[in-house]
């Protein structure tokens, strides 16, 4: 049979076909899913959580008691009636600190102890000969990169645009009562007064300087992603090529081991116990590159150790089972589920709640998303269970158990069915098995 040429394959209507709409559908999918869910993060926001703390104490001017913390918190409240984008959280500065710390809020408005005494020093009148200037009102805007960037940015606008619009509306106030007073203020004092509220910004929970912005859980966390992926893959072509069913080449050399004919569910059994030993090589590695050479800010290595090791673990037994069950496709979904639906719902750096809702619902179950939160307590909250690091456990044993369950049943299904995988001839039981060869690759 004359071999085909080059000319004769590229003719094959079959092969343009088949290559055109997988890669139709890979280029399609990406780009639906990861623009799709980025495009129109401010479009899309909706309960932002902020924290808003009033900690005024309140002041007596006038023969009254005067609460303009409550007013401004009346106001913030009153305007969120139309905007639905931020969820503003009213707690104590205490329980604001705590939601900070565990990246349960994207930043807070402070409002702080003497914010009506140091407004109602504004108004009263100064005698000459004191010489001194009223302390300016404050209000406090803090920003928690910890729970995302972007997150935190949208928060500390929404804040700071909260904070000037309760300065311009205590500055009316101000201004009347300075013209009740009749009192004659020169120009910078009156635009002194029409906007008296300082508004300053600080982070309110800080972190180190070698956190990529607070972006580096994110990244350890595709990181071990991807190793579990490309481990799965490799377990699976090493398994293959040491039971004879693929060839290894070696430059021009090819390499074959005879076929050993077993059963599917003791293939999956091979390769997931084989992904298994190498997640703790991988695992152990990631974490020597990224904390022992980068230097990255990292605590509690023995337990990020094992976090590390896990996660690569369950994602590399979830993608054998997907390769179990659909052969070469499932290495197609494998990438969709893992990599093209997750980081787009993943939250680590568009938050969830500026996500459009299908993946604000991919969100819930998305492997990504749950990793990274673990890691984000590892790494930023001092391991705290409930700050992501329980549910990132759970659905991790949720995944393996759902990954064990799913390959096994698949297997054995197509094994009780006679679907093997390169047909048993009746010959295989009498015929010795030939012993491996090195030979040229041919076409």
């Given at each position: 049979m004359p071999h085909p040429t080059p000319r004769s394959v590229l003719r094959r209507p079959q092969l343009w076909i088949g290559t055109g709409l997988i890669a139709a559908v890979v280029s399609m999918l990406f780009?639906?899913?990861?623009?799709?869910?980025?495009?129109?993060?401010?479009?899309?926001?909706r309960d932002l959580p902020v924290a808003l703390v009033n900690a005024d104490a309140g002041a007596d001017a006038g023969g009254r008691h005067v609460a303009l913390g409550e007013q401004v918190v009346e106001g913030i409240h009153k305007?969120?009636?139309?905007?639905?984008?931020?969820?503003?959280?009213?707690?104590?500065?205490?329980?604001?600190?705590?939601?900070?710390?565990?990246?349960?809020v994207f930043g807070?408005?402070?409002?702080?102890?003497?914010?009506?005494?140091?407004?109602?020093?504004?108004?009263?009148?100064?005698?000459?000969?004191?010489g001194k200037q009223p302390v300016p009102p404050t209000l406090s805007v803090l920003t928690n990169q910890s729970a995302g960037s972007i997150g935190s940015s949208m928060s500390s606008q929404a804040a700071q645009k909260a904070a000037h619009a309760a300065s311009a509306r205590i500055g009316q106030e101000l201004l009347k009562q300075a013209a009740a007073q009749k009192a004659q203020l020169p120009t910078a004092a009156q635009l002194k007064l029409a906007d008296p509220v300082t508004v300053t910004v600080a982070d309110g929970h800080p972190l180190g300087a070698r956190s990529a912005m607070g972006l580096s859980a994110f990244y350890y966390a595709l990181v071990l992603v991807v190793c579990g992926m490309l481990g799965a893959n490799l377990v699976n072509s090493q398994v293959d090529t040491a039971l004879g069913y693929l060839h290894t080449d070696?430059?021009?050399?090819?390499?074959?081991?005879?076929?050993?004919?077993?059963?599917r569910v003791r293939t999956l059994a091979i390769g997931m116990t084989l992904m298994l030993g190498l997640s703790l090589v991988m695992g152990s590695l990631v974490e020597a590159a990224t904390v022992g050479i980068l230097d990255m800010d990292a605590s509690h290595l023995g337990h990020l150790w094992l976090y590390s090791v896990s996660t690569i673990a369950v994602v590399g037994i979830g993608s054998l089972a997907l390769f179990a069950a659909f052969g070469t496709p499932g290495m197609l979904l494998a990438t969709v589920v893992f990599v093209a639906m997750a980081v787009p719902s993943s939250g680590a750096t568009v938050p969830l709640q500026a996500l459009p809702g299908f993946f604000r619902g991919l969100s819930e179950f998305e492997p990504l998303r749950q990793i990274t939160e673990g890691l984000r307590s590892l790494l930023y909250y001092g391991a705290q269970a409930d700050?992501?690091?329980?549910?990132?456990?759970?659905?991790?044993?949720?995944?393996?158990?759902?990954?064990?369950?799913?390959?096994?049943?698949?297997?054995?299904?197509y094994d009780r069915r006679g679907l093997h995988r390169i047909p048993r001839p009746e010959a295989?039981?009498?015929?010795?098995?030939?012993?491996?060869a090195a030979e040229p690759a041919t076409a």
């Open positions: 780009a639906l899913l990861y623009v799709g869910g980025n495009v129109n993060p401010r479009g899309n926001l305007a969120a009636e139309n905007d639905k984008s931020i969820d503003w959280q009213l707690v104590s500065r205490e329980e604001a600190d705590k939601r900070l710390g565990r990246g349960k807070a408005l402070v409002i702080p102890q003497d914010f009506s005494a140091t407004v109602t020093a504004l108004a009263a009148p100064q005698p000459a000969a004191q070696f430059g021009p050399f090819r390499k074959r081991e005879p076929v050993q004919h077993t059963s700050a992501g690091l329980t549910r990132a456990w759970t659905s991790m044993g949720i995944a393996l158990v759902a990954a064990l369950a799913f390959g096994f049943a698949v297997t054995a299904l295989d039981t009498d015929t010795p098995a030939v012993p491996a």
